[in-house]
């Protein structure tokens, strides 16, 4: 998925791009419900992800005759109770996909509704994860991008010069090393400890994917993380496990100068910076740093990694609300939609200078070119490719993350050892 905004674009049109179902279906707009309806639409952390009901909210006012109610569920064993609703009879009309990897265990339970049918507007990132075999079954409302954060008032403290567009990995270590000398104890940066740190930027960057079962080109990013723990640049992962450290705890209170994140933590720092869980600083947002110098720099899309979020429909829900719920998706997906969304700091799927401009407006974000050149243009290569085996894959190349970077296995040997595991317990075609 490319997304690209020019700064001096005039208001991109919103075009509408129907799916063509590959059973033979037509692409006729879905009916219109007979009378009020009611529809369900699963989330999680309701009170403190305000995406579905601003989403909700903003689609009755449209659509004044349907009413859609949330269910929520908890937000760590949100596909297992999603899962377990559905096969009891008693799931949600819409089902939010939280994580691409679980696509095709709704999809082959068959418990997904072809929504080929849904217009789209042209351009929307992410719709291909929701797609097997010729088949859309969901379409996207958000997709998060990784960027880089980065504090400015300790940059000037340290006397290191600001990320500009055309930094390397070089580039950012360089820096991690000055700002650690200069702001001890206080770190350069922070890497987290999810295997996404490492492994999405090392597969996006060498366009590649995790089904392809060879995982030589992961060892240069290992190298590196390893390096700059060593060096006192980066807390080291057993660290960071022992103590439980948070992304938003080691950013958001100084203790780290740059963060590799997603674009979802914008509207958490805006938050915490106002509620005064983070500290007051003046912090802007950067592409994140390449892998080569051949895509770096404003006039270049930044290969970066993301997978997006979306809306999928019960295959079992009534065909009125049926109806309804296609209504819902194409709103979600659309420029309103995705205006809505970035009026409270949610990177939407769909964008344009409106959007951006929409984002950048909420009180308390960025206001450089830099921040909005970094959110609304790059590359993004998804995390998980959608397929049945990508979760078990994950998971071996998860514990090849955990060996590594704890220091129990060295990284050629961790790398050797995953890719034997997944072609004896995956397999692949």
Same mark, same amino acid.
């Given at each position: ?5 020019? $700064?001096? $674009? ?18 006729e ?31 009755t $006012?449209?659509?004044?005759?349907i ?7 908890? $937000?760590?064993?949100?596909? +297992?109770?999603? +899962? ?20 095709? +265990? ?13 217009e ?29 954060? &980065? ?20 580039d ?10 200069a ?9 987290h ?21 060879? &995982?030589?080109?992961?060892?240069? &990013? &290992? ?10 640049a980066?807390?080291d ?31 958490t ?16 947002i950067a ?22 979020t ?16 296609k ?34 407006g ?37 514990d090849?993350?955990?060996?590594i ?10 790398? +050797? ?13």
């Amino acid at each position: 998925m490319k997304r690209k905004i020019a $700064a001096a $674009a005039s208001l991109v049109a919103v075009a509408s791009l129907t799916l063509a179902a590959c059973s033979g279906g037509t692409t006729e707009e879905p009916a219109a419900s007979a009378g009020p309806v009611t529809i369900s639409l699963s989330g999680w952390s309701l009170e403190t992800t305000p995406e579905f009901q601003a989403l909700a909210d903003a689609f009755t $006012a449209e659509n004044p005759d349907i009413t859609v109610e949330l269910k929520g569920y908890d $937000a760590a064993e949100y596909n +297992t109770l999603v +899962t377990a609703d559905l096969a009891a009879g008693t799931g949600p009309d819409i089902i939010t996909q939280k994580e691409v990897k679980f696509v095709t +265990t709704f999809q082959e339970g068959g418990q997904l509704l072809d929504v080929s049918d849904v217009e789209l507007p042209e351009g929307i990132g992410g719709a291909s994860s929701y797609e097997v075999d010729g088949v859309q079954y969901g379409v996207p409302y958000r997709q998060d991008s990784w960027v880089l954060f &980065y504090n400015k008032d300790l940059f000037a403290q340290a006397g290191v010069d600001e990320p500009d567009g055309s930094w390397t990995w070089e580039d950012y270590d360089a820096a991690a090393a000055e700002l650690s000398a200069a702001l001890a104890p206080a770190r350069g940066g922070y890497m987290h400890r999810w295997q996404s740190v490492v492994q999405g930027f090392a597969s996006a960057q060498n366009d590649t994917n995790v089904l392809e079962g060879d &995982y030589e080109y992961m060892g240069e &990013y &290992y190298d590196r993380v390893l390096a700059l723990q060593a060096d006192g640049a980066q807390v080291d992962f057993n660290t960071s496990s022992a103590n439980q450290l948070t992304y938003q705890g080691e950013f958001g209170k100084q203790t780290a100068a740059m963060l590799p994140m997603g674009t979802w933590y914008t509207a958490t720092l805006i938050a915490q910076q106002a509620s005064g869980d983070a500290d007051t600083f003046e912090w802007g947002i950067a592409p994140i740093p390449q892998l080569s110098s051949s895509t770096t720099g404003m006039d270049n899309e930044p290969v970066t990694f993301g997978d997006p979020t979306g809306f999928s429909i019960n295959a079992n829900t009534d065909a009125d609300k049926q109806a309804a719920a296609k209504k819902f998706l194409a709103f979600a997906a659309s420029e309103k939609g995705a205006d809505v969304l970035a009026a409270i700091g949610i990177t939407p799927a769909f964008s344009n200078e409106t959007v951006t401009e929409t984002y950048f407006g909420v009180d308390g974000a960025p206001t450089d070119d830099l921040s909005k050149f970094a959110w609304s243009t790059h590359e993004t290569h998804p995390e998980n490719p959608t397929s049945s085996k990508t979760a078990a894959i994950q998971g071996i190349l998860n514990d090849m993350h955990s060996a590594i970077l704890s220091g129990s296995t060295p990284v050629e040997q961790a790398i +050797t050892e995953a890719q034997e595991r997944v072609k004896n317990e995956v397999g692949l075609d």
